[in-house]
């Protein structure tokens, strides 16, 4: 054990493995450094478990309505809450943002906001119900940390073997989970039995008025029906060249293989980190995706492929993935781009506009990590602001009962059918990784670092990992 104070624990959930896992791996190796011990795993298994870990700081990757009971239970049980929003880099308009997004209530218990960039930051100052107190740091986020060149490193082993298995790949990235969704509850509107039937809203619908949620459905709808004609003439065009068709991770993957079926270098996978993907591939194709986010700052050539065009939903939205990418609108014009990324006559989109855009929406590009401004945060606040919170009993009983209260409702509703969070789906979310597999990648970003002590790195029960000095 190092000299250093042990600090408090902090509480790192994770909801989708391949998307989060590794930076907030990241983030516990640079936390352990500073004092911090890190207990890391599933979120869903966090909350039917949060009264087995000792009093600590909650890291939420959300603040939406969805959270207020479970905030309520952690901070009856002693625990503080500092957050960030996975959705806040790539966001809505302002009201629906704030309508689907932002609950007051859940806002109130978070002692620490951290923010992607000043455009995240301007957003939430602009939220009405901010509470008064809210301190928000302007931190960037642990997964933009993987895309900086000095920690591209860690993925090299990973990077030669997609090589290899796949030579010289175009990369299409889907977002159409909106339309496309594992469980069609989680699609912006319901199926519906009859044709005149009006349709249900769905999950990804809600916080939103009835009229954006059809335009976005018709939309999203639309370009999906592009990517599906769009994947097999990329198959025919480009014979030297596989088809890597990378699904959202909350989106079903059968129309991909259906199509995979009626090709001959169609390869459908949602297996591993997207960076990963990205420094492997020639090119990315997509529409309205983070990952066009993820490619130009890594450097990567990036089409945004529009061949159905909504302005109100391609800028109102989705501004940020389209502005820094390069632009097809029809498949002539996707052909000719992408033959000329693959000659390398072309490169990635660029210009002082791009740039300083980016700059606008994501902070910690160079200078010291997210992860340790993230860390800035939590010592600023253990050291002096609010401290720990120390409950009464009573408080402490309340948490209690409420805790098993919603484990009860929530594992009952997990059990009916037709539940968006049957086994398989998170299974599908959340596979199974070993004790070993989390050191290997621990010990892999401590090299990186520089840091020539080994943390130690524990299971404590079921998927639940320590990582400590």
């Known amino acids: 054990m190092n000299m250093m104070t042990q600090k408090v624990p902090l509480l790192i959930p994770v909801e989708n493995q391949v998307r989060e896992l590794d930076p907030k791996l990241l983030l516990a190796c640079v936390a352990a450094r500073r004092g911090f011990p890190s207990y890391i795993g599933s979120r869903r298994e966090f909350h039917f478990n949060i009264t087995r870990f000792p009093r600590g700081i909650y890291l939420s990757k959300s603040i939406t309505g969805a ?101 010289d790949f175009i990369l299409v990235n889907t977002n159409f989970n909106h339309v496309n969704a594992f469980t069609p509850v989680q699609n912006l509107f319901q199926p519906v039995e009859n044709a005149d039937e009006i349709p249900k809203f769905g999950r990804a619908a809600k916080g939103m008025s009835r009229e954006y949620a059809e335009g976005l459905r018709d939309h999203k709808q639309s370009i999906f029906e592009d990517f599906q004609r769009m994947i097999p003439v990329l198959d025919k065009a480009f014979p030297a060249h596989k088809i890597v068709v990378r699904p959202h991770p909350t989106e079903s993957q059968d129309i991909y293989h259906e199509i995979a079926d009626r090709c001959e270098r169609i390869k459908v996978t949602n297996e591993g980190n997207v960076v990963t993907w990205l420094l492997a591939a020639r090119a990315l194709v997509h529409n309205s995706c983070t990952t066009g986010v993820e490619a130009y700052v890594m450097g990567v050539p990036a089409i945004t492929y529009r061949a159905s065009i909504d302005e109100a939903y391609d800028f109102g939205f989705y501004r940020l993935p389209n502005l820094i990418s390069h632009t097809c609108l029809d498949i002539d014009e996707l052909q000719v781009t992408l033959k000329k990324i693959l000659s390398g006559e072309l490169g990635p989109a660029g210009g002082d506009d791009r740039r300083q855009l980016i700059q606008h929406y994501l902070a910690a590009q160079d200078g010291p990590l997210a992860c340790e401004r993230i860390v800035d945060g939590l010592d600023h606040m253990v050291n002096g602001q609010r401290g720990m919170p120390k409950p009464d009993i009573g408080r402490r009983i309340a948490g209690w009962s409420l805790w098993t209260v919603r484990t009860a409702i929530k594992r009952y509703k997990d059990s009916r059918p037709g539940s968006h969070n049957r086994p398989e789906f998170q299974r599908h979310r959340y596979p199974l990784i070993s004790l070993e597999d989390v050191q290997e990648r621990v010990f892999r970003f401590q090299a990186l670092l520089g840091d020539s002590r080994r943390l130690q790195v524990e299971r404590v029960f079921g998927q639940f990992f320590i990582i400590r000095d």
């Open 67 to 167: 959270s207020d009971m479970m905030f309520r239970i952690m901070r009856h049980l002693g625990h503080e809450i500092v957050a960030w929003d996975e959705e806040a880099l790539v966001h809505l308009p302002d009201e629906t943002y704030f309508s689907r997004r932002l609950s007051p209530e859940a806002m109130a218990h978070v002692a620490r906001f951290f923010a992607w960039g000043e455009d995240n930051a301007a957003l939430w100052r602009r939220y009405p119900r901010l509470p008064e107190d809210a301190v928000i740091d302007v931190t960037g986020n642990p997964r933009n940390d993987l895309l900086r060149p000095e920690l591209h490193a860690y993925y090299d082993k990973d990077v030669q073997k997609l090589k290899q298995e796949y030579g």
